[in-house]
């Protein structure tokens, strides 16, 4: 247990279509070779044994740089009362079983952090299993929250969804104040952005309010950026 929970600071963020919820996530490296085990393991185990209202998460962390190199991760996400019964529950034999289990397969722990989802835009009922995610620290985290929000309220959305949120702890030595997510239905999508499906003008005009946002979001730092790809979501 202690292997996972303590040993597991990336944010994976939270996946229910409430505008404000509350995550945890924790981190961790599996060998190729015991993939397929642990995948099962959390499958069978969540099928079966979930907190209502919670949603859970896994994650391949597909794209990364040398110092974000864990190889995946789980989510758990839901309402303030949600999360919070779910960690006053101590799961019983089935979760130590479950638990002794899963450290078999892992071979090590590389973070964990928890945080809140302020807020989303697009079809968030849909599925956009290829995400790529940002951490950002915002000197100044009123103003990134007002540019921010108003950079994406405008923004043309054609097929794809983005949420941002902050995090409450267990961020790492280079800052990490808040992050964002943009999903996608698929690689294709991915790798085209917004560029594949916006029109000139609707670029033209993307441009203009990334600008604004640039210049009035607060000093904002980019940590760190990935791509992750769900592996099942419970």
């Not at 069978?44 to 974000?68: M, P, R």
């Not at 019983?92 to 989802?117: P, V």
Request: aromatic share 14%; hydrophobic share 35%; with cysteine.
């Amino acid at each position: 247990m202690k292997k996972l929970i303590t040993g597991l600071c990336l944010f994976m963020a939270v996946a229910i279509s409430a505008q404000e919820s509350y995550f945890t996530s924790y981190n961790f490296i599996v060998e190729p070779s015991q993939e397929t085990a642990v995948v099962k393991l959390i499958s069978d185990y969540f099928t079966a044994h979930k907190t209502e209202g919670v949603t859970v998460s896994l994650w391949e962390n597909h794209f990364n740089d040398s110092g974000n190199n864990f190889t995946h991760g789980i989510v758990f996400s839901g309402s303030l009362d949600a999360v919070g019964a779910q960690y006053s529950n101590d799961g019983g034999a089935e979760w130590m079983l479950f638990m002794s289990q899963m450290n078999q397969h892992i071979k090590d722990g590389f973070s964990s952090t928890m945080g809140t989802r302020m807020q989303s835009w697009g079809d968030m009922s849909g599925q956009y299993p290829i995400q790529n995610y940002y951490i950002v620290q915002a000197e100044n985290g009123n103003a990134f929250k007002t540019a921010y929000s108003n950079y994406q309220s405008g923004a043309v959305r054609k097929g794809w969804i983005n949420m941002y949120g902050s995090f409450t702890t267990g961020v790492g030595p280079e800052g990490g104040s808040h992050w964002a997510i943009t999903g996608y239905k698929d690689f294709k999508s991915a790798f085209g952005g917004s560029n594949a499906v916006l029109s000139e003008a609707e670029k033209s005009d993307r441009d203009k309010a990334w600008n604004t946002f640039r210049e009035t979001n607060g000093g904002v730092k980019l940590v760190r950026s990935g791509t992750r790809i769900m592996l099942g979501q419970w």
